[in-house]
């Protein structure tokens, strides 16, 4: 009776013991969220607009852009899609002249683009948006993502640099590096880039997920285990 018992509670807290710890991820998380906030301009010109275009805001493509200055369109254009809009915030945009553009109106243009899975023109416009404006580190940052998903890592990695070099606290900037290592197999450079993420945001679960993988491929079985188990303290807040 003794003996059963004993290793019934050995059975017990076997059992217990692989319960409490989650299993180490067997595939990484790489996501690529995408930087589409952009600041949005709070204006008296808005309610000039408003009244202005009340009745024809579904026609606005075929409306006669000499009613409105091109600073009007613009913040009329950024207004609608930061209200998500964007079929007719394009077409605002698209009556802006080529040359009066700014490097934000080709960085909207991009997401645009993107959002309607037209790649290559989202590429496009970023790249015009980074040769009016070398420091947009939005435009960097959502080319890298754009290079990661085509599996361009080299390019991806030099894009998210550059990013970094202009916005040093950028996490995600650090995180979508190590995924890009994680790609590469070089996990020793993918768990700097990691631990760089978490330094700058300690609290966002994915960064301890693709280390706790970095580790488990290292062969560092308990750092893999510590890393998860802050990620699931995180996710069940």
């Given amino acids: ?28 998380n790489t996501q690529q969220p995408i930087i589409k906030n952009t600041e949005q301009i709070k204006s008296p010109v808005y309610q000039h607009l408003e009244k202005k275009l009340n009745d024809q805001t579904k026609q606005l493509p075929n409306i006669n852009a000499k009613q409105l200055t091109t600073s009007d369109i ?7 899609y930061n209200s998500n809009d964007l079929k007719t915030s394009l077409a605002l945009y698209n009556k802006i002249p080529e040359q009066e553009k700014t490097s934000e109106d080709w960085f909207i243009i991009s ?16 790249k015009k948006a980074i040769e009016l404006d070398s420091k947009n580190y939005k435009a960097h940052y959502n080319l890298g ?31 979508n590096k190590g995924c890009c290592y994680l790609k590469k197999k070089s996990y020793f450079n993918a768990r700097y880039e990691f631990k760089l993420a978490i330094k700058e945001n300690p609290n966002e679960p994915s960064f301890y997920y693709n280390l706790a993988y970095t580790y488990k491929m290292l062969k560092k079985a308990k750092k893999a285990q510590e890393a998860i188990e802050i990620y699931n303290q995180l996710i069940t807040r």
Avoid: H, S, W
Wanted: with cysteine.
């Fill in 145 to 175: 993502n754009l290079y990661f998903n085509a599996e361009k890592y080299n390019m991806a990695l030099d894009e998210y640099n550059k990013t970094l070099k202009i916005k040093k606290d950028l996490a995600y900037a650090y995180y």
């Fill in 1 to 28: 009776m003794k003996k059963t018992f004993t290793v019934f509670a050995i059975y017990m807290l076997f059992f217990t013991a692989y319960a409490y710890c989650a299993p180490v991820p067997n595939i990484p």
């Fill in 74 to 80: 613009r913040e009329q254009a950024k207004f609608l």
């Fill in 111 to 126: 997401n645009i683009a993107q959002d309607n899975n037209r790649i290559d023109d989202a590429i496009f416009y970023l």
